[in-house]
């Protein structure tokens, strides 16, 4: 796996040393699938995270919560090279709506933990 380098606004860099191989990349892959908005890619506008349609409309204690993990947790699964979602923490505040998660995924080339911070801004291989 083969996969394009972003600097730290997000855009694409290029040149000789601007690909991501193996873990990195499948890294790389997950935080673009997370950070890509349902409808935003011109190509195939039925892919990307439901963001604004189901996510930040979802209200309501632990319920809400878990059906938020269950996108997330599937959007992650359906990565290139990603073999299973180990374990998926996340925590909701109600007062401040602000999500956060932890989880661990197995992909081909090892196992990959990763921090998601809250409205999905901070996407961090940890």
Known sequence: MKYRKLDERGDSTFGQQSFYTGM???AQAIKTRL?????????NTADGLPLFEEILGAYGGDAAREAVDIIISERIQGTQNVTQVVS??????????QYSAYCSVNTVFGELSLEIDENLRRIEVV
């Open 88 to 97: 998926y923490e996340s925590r909701f505040a109600a007062n401040t709506r």
């Open 24 to 26: 990195e990349a499948v």
């Open 35 to 43: 950070r890509l908005l349902y409808g935003e890619w011109w190509e």
